[in-house]
């Protein structure tokens, strides 16, 4: 059984991996301003995700906490997009052969944050007033998110020849996954029949416009795709999710209620 | 308003922002109200951006504040209405502007959100330091979330602005 709880998680989930994966590039990235700006990126999301995490806790009740919900689940419990969880490179040859790319990271973000201006906007009338209170925080930041990737989307796209081949490259690999997002999972089937949720189908017109317009105006060409839709919001996910929480969880689980 | 109130107030105006300590928390608009709740004195602060990590920081200054004046006092956290840099007085916005810090533009009303990330209106930004309109952004994030790093085209100097949130 499904319960608007599930729908936060979901929420929280793709707040705490997309975080957790863009900080990776703290201290790698290509120059110093990214290094900065995808850190604080990341900061805001999983201070999101704090947000998300606790407000879950407080609905469960009993003795859940915003702690233990990140570091203490399993990856078949995580609800967040598959999307998120892939590595920063496409299949491992040509161009997207180093282990970080930074064109995937920018086409992620930006795939992500396009919709979560949409998500967080709807949000803000949530019927749970906790929930709706975090949308309105989150889609101030958001905005900034996707103003960052929109830019260097268009700054990659319409630059030069490496650069517009590895972000085509990027943009090939990583839009297959964004089917994901117009598949109704339990969770957000609950929370919008509570009125908590919201339909995230009546958003891909917006979506739609605002990728294939900004695409355009980067000269990159958006892939036809049909074919297998990831789950990973009902718990289905790619071999990457274990090794990225594997990394995230292990301190709290090597040293159980430490503090600092 | 009652004088118990009056004194936390009073209290706490000298505390200030751990990473910019030239404006105060209630200039800053994260100090919201502190009231007489229920069960006694209740300080309600509001975080800025989500993941702020000056956030523990600054509460546990309030906390500690209080305490060193021996009040007793609650501090709760409250997320609505969500903070917004329009909080901040033209006092506050022209300390830090005398800091060296760019402050923030009004927020853009009654646009849409599509609309609004599609074309951010550019509206110009003046160096903090020679006043010049003709600056250029380097980067939409800076030392910390809240800030963008730019670059003054007249008198070459880098510098922070606050953003608009």
């Known amino acids: 059984m499904s319960t608007p709880i599930d729908y936060l998680l979901h929420l929280a989930d793709n707040a705490v991996v997309l975080g957790q994966r863009n900080a990776e590039w703290c201290g790698h990235g290509p120059i110093l301003e990214e290094d900065l700006a995808l850190a604080n990126v990341s900061l805001d999301l999983i201070g999101q995700a704090r947000l998300l995490y606790q407000r879950a806790a407080e609905m469960m009740g009993g003795d859940a906490t915003e702690d233990k919900l990140a570091y203490f689940r399993d990856a078949h419990q995580f609800r967040n997009y598959t999307l998120l969880e892939l590595p920063h490179h496409g299949p491992l040859v040509g161009y997207a052969a180093a282990d970080r790319d930074y064109a995937t990271t920018i086409v992620r973000n930006f795939l992500y944050s396009a919709l979560m201006v949409l998500v967080w906007d709807k949000l803000q009338q949530s019927k749970d007033a906790g929930l709706a209170a975090i949308a309105a925080k989150s889609l101030k930041e958001a905005s900034y998110h996707l103003h960052h990737s929109r830019d260097w989307l268009v700054r990659l796209g319409d630059g030069t020849e490496e650069s517009h081949a590895r972000v085509q490259a990027a943009v090939n690999h990583l839009m297959p996954y964004t089917e994901e997002f117009w598949t109704t999972s339990p969770a957000e089937g609950s929370a919008v029949a509570a009125g908590v949720g919201i339909d995230v189908w009546a958003l891909r017109p917006d979506w739609d416009a605002m990728v294939n317009e900004a695409l355009e105006e980067a000269t990159l060409t958006r892939p036809n795709f049909h074919g297998y839709v990831t789950e990973g919001k009902i718990g289905l996910h790619s071999e990457h999710l274990s090794y990225l929480l594997g990394e995230m969880q292990t301190l709290a689980r090597a040293h159980p209620n430490a503090t600092w | ?165």
Not at chain 2, 42 to 52: A, D, F, H, L, W
Not at chain 2, 112 to 120: I, T
Not at chain 2, 131 to 136: A, F, V, W
Not at chain 2, 155 to 165: A, S, V
């Open chain 2, 1 to 165: 308003m009652s004088s118990t109130v009056d004194k936390v107030w009073a209290t706490l105006e000298h505390l200030t922002d751990p990473e910019i300590p030239v404006v105060t928390l209630r200039e800053l608009g994260i100090l919201r109200e502190v009231r007489e709740g229920a069960d006694g004195l209740e300080v309600v602060i509001t975080p800025t951006y989500s993941g702020c990590p000056a956030m523990g920081q600054i509460e546990d200054d309030v906390r500690a504040c209080l305490e060193q004046a021996g009040i007793g006092a609650r501090v709760i956290t409250q997320l609505a209405p969500a903070w917004t840099t329009d909080w901040m007085s033209d006092e506050a916005k022209e300390k830090l502007r005398k800091y060296g810090i760019a402050p923030p533009h009004h927020t853009p009303k009654d646009v849409s959100v599509v609309k609004f990330v599609r074309r951010a209106p550019a509206e110009p930004v003046a160096c903090p330091l020679c006043g010049s309109t003709e600056t250029t952004v380097t980067s939409q994030f800076g030392s910390t979330a809240c800030k963008a790093l730019y670059k003054c085209l007249s008198c070459q100097e880098p510098f922070d602005y606050f953003k608009p949130y």
